[in-house]
């Protein structure tokens, strides 16, 4: 591997806690994709783990929560690559990214402003001029 894969700032995700799994994958690799094992899947218990801050598990826990398994495990997979090392990278990436998206703070709240007056008046002018136009296609008036 590239070394820790980044969350966010200074919270990496710790190899120490992540659980990798290869199997037979589909897809390309001739006659060689039957013996080899290139499809990983890796494993994070979120539920249980110290490497993020109390916080950031707890949103991440409630932003997740279908994608969680036995008691909140969070299952990445990845089987497009014939080699086994591009996949094992591409499902660490997939799950920093996972991770960093769900511990993300949420978006401010949105305040409510004033619609200014010219908006408003400029609104209201075009509605008038559409009404004279669809007015104007109605035949009346010519004889």
């Known amino acids: 591997m590239s070394g820790p894969y980044v969350i966010r ?3 990496s995700l710790p190899e120490s806690e992540l659980t990798w799994r290869f199997s037979r994958s589909s897809g390309p690799g ?3 994709v039957n013996t080899s094992d290139s499809q990983a899947e890796l494993r994070f218990d979120l539920a249980r783990t110290e490497a993020l801050p109390e916080v950031w598990k707890q949103r991440a826990l409630e932003r997740l929560a279908g994608r969680l ?3 909140g495990v969070l299952v990445v997979r990845a089987a497009e690559h ?3 090392w591009r996949n094992r990278e591409t ?3 997939r799950m920093a990214s996972l991770l960093a998206e769900a511990t993300a ?3 401010p709240q949105r305040r409510r402003k004033k619609v200014p007056r010219g908006v408003n008046e400029r609104r209201l002018r075009q509605k008038k001029q559409r009404s004279e136009i669809k007015k104007g296609r109605s035949g009346r008036g010519w004889q």
Request: hydrophobic share 30%; net charge neutral.
């Open 91 to 93: 499902a660490l990436v």
């Open 69 to 71: 398994v036995d008691g």
């Open 30 to 32: 001739g006659q060689h």
């Open 105 to 107: 703070p949420p978006p």
């Open 82 to 84: 014939r080699s086994q």
């Open 9 to 11: 700032g200074s919270v």
